[in-house]
């Protein structure tokens, strides 16, 4: 038998090591139950803030914690759904988080999905938000959106990027990308447009690119920064309506493949302060109901008015084919559109200068007859033509433009002075 003493250093050097070994079992179990806490404890942040969230699978390392084939429903907002390939939370506190392959899918009226988005929005800044000295930030790449409304609209957009850089709850900066989106209505296809977007320092701007293949080529942007006035700038050089992903038909034009278009439009829109427009554009081949052949029409201005009113059309000329009229009356934009209600009264134009343009339509023996007879002094038009009408324009609904008009003219033929 081994000395008392021996034995009780026996019994001392298993009980140390029972506790050596206690935190090591604790760690290892505890990391094998750890995907499992990450992903219990997603799916309840995610239920508190109005999501139903499930998580396929859960990976923690080093660098921080990867969810992987999650899927979300709004619980609050109906009709907002998304499927995750994968969210990428960097570190313990998740100041960094990267989703990958996001598909989100709306349905439902336009105006209640916006409500709904707005206040998630406004809920999720809170939880988002970092401060100046410790931003967080969210990048999505990859990502694909589509809504499905009610009556038959559908938006489709894909090639999605955006990154966020949060100081605080509504001191963000974000810079995205839309790769393609098309937009269809009942009434309109639009598209395939490109898009770039950013906001920084409580400015925002919107690109919108109308034929993406072509760099710097046709383009809307909007610009609106804390004071509440909208810039505007239009630029299309000479295009076919279907390289810019427009029919004439969705603009109330008739349906002629052949039309080109050509727009500048510069302005600033305000709701409370002096807003303006300048605009002139180009159609050539127009084919209005009614007209044998095709015109070129053109027409440009200035619009303006105070403290959010309609804008009233000033020095505003139309010239259609020989015509040259005066345009007055008012131009109401609305969210996403504008209604144009005018007047216009064209210029007398002599009779003579239409007989020779439709005298060149005619071919080369008409065109000779007519000048020689302009020039013996044995035939000569006489007259004028005017014309007076109204148009009324709304983008909502171009299919209900109206055109109406009344012409007076006293054309005539002198023969050798008679």
């Known amino acids: ?80 759904s998304a499927r995750v390939r994968e969210i990428h939370l960097a570190g313990l506190s998740a100041t960094d988080a990267r989703v990958a392959g ?59 990027a955006v990154d966020v850089e949060s100081h605080g709850a509504g001191v963000e900066d974000v810079h995205g990308s839309v790769g393609r989106f098309e937009l269809t209505t009942p009434k309109a296809e639009l598209g395939p447009w490109a898009s770039t977007f950013e906001r920084s320092g409580g400015t925002s701007r919107v690109r919108v690119a109308f034929d993406p293949p072509v760099p710097d080529g046709p383009s809307a942007l909007l610009i609106w920064p804390r004071s509440g006035v909208t810039e505007l700038a239009v630029n299309v050089p000479r295009s076919s309506f279907d390289k810019l992903g427009v029919k004439p038909s969705a603009l109330g034009l008739p349906a002629e493949p052949a039309i080109d278009v050509q727009l500048s439009l510069r302005g600033a829109l305000s709701e409370s302060a002096r807003s303006e427009l300048t605009f ?47 345009v007055t009356g008012t131009v109401t934009p609305y969210a996403g559109g504008f209604q144009l209600d005018a007047v216009f009264k064209t210029l007398p134009t002599p009779c003579e200068q239409l007989a020779r343009a439709e005298a060149k339509n005619m071919g080369p023996l008409a065109a000779t007859l007519q000048a020689l007879g302009q020039t013996t002094g044995a035939l000569r038009v006489t007259g004028a033509v005017d014309a007076s009408g109204a148009v009324t324009y709304d983008t909502a609904a171009p299919e209900a433009a109206t055109l109406s008009w009344t012409a007076k003219e006293t054309c005539g033929v002198s023969i050798f002075g008679m």
Not at 63 to 75: C, Y
Not at 280 to 298: C, F, M, Q, Y
Not at 311 to 324: D, H, Q, R, S, Y
Request: no cysteine.
């Open 280 to 326: 002139e554009a180009t159609l050539w081949g127009l084919r209005p109901k009614g007209l044998s052949r095709a015109i070129d029409v053109h027409l440009e201005g200035t619009a303006a008015s105070a403290d959010g009113r309609p804008l009233e059309l000033a020095k505003t000329n139309v010239t259609l084919g020989p015509f040259v009229a005066g």
């Open 102 to 160: 996001l598909e989100a899918r709306l349905e439902g009226p336009r105006q209640d999905l916006e409500v709904g988005l707005a206040a998630i929005l406004a809920d999720h800044r809170r939880r988002f938000a970092g401060t100046p000295a410790k931003p967080r930030r969210l990048s999505i790449v990859g990502a694909r959106l589509t809504w499905e409304g009610p009556a038959g609209e559908r938006l489709a957009a894909s090639d999605v």
């Open 1 to 80: 038998m081994g000395a008392p003493g021996q034995k009780k250093g026996r019994y001392g050097v298993g009980v140390v090591a029972a506790l050596a070994v206690v935190p090591v079992v604790g760690a290892v179990v505890f990391l094998l139950l750890l995907p499992s806490i990450v992903r219990a404890r997603a799916i309840a942040e995610a239920r508190e803030a109005g999501f139903e969230l499930t998580v396929d699978r859960v990976g923690v390392g080093l660098d921080g914690v990867t969810l992987r084939d999650v899927t979300a429903k709004a619980t609050r907002t109906p009709g907002l």
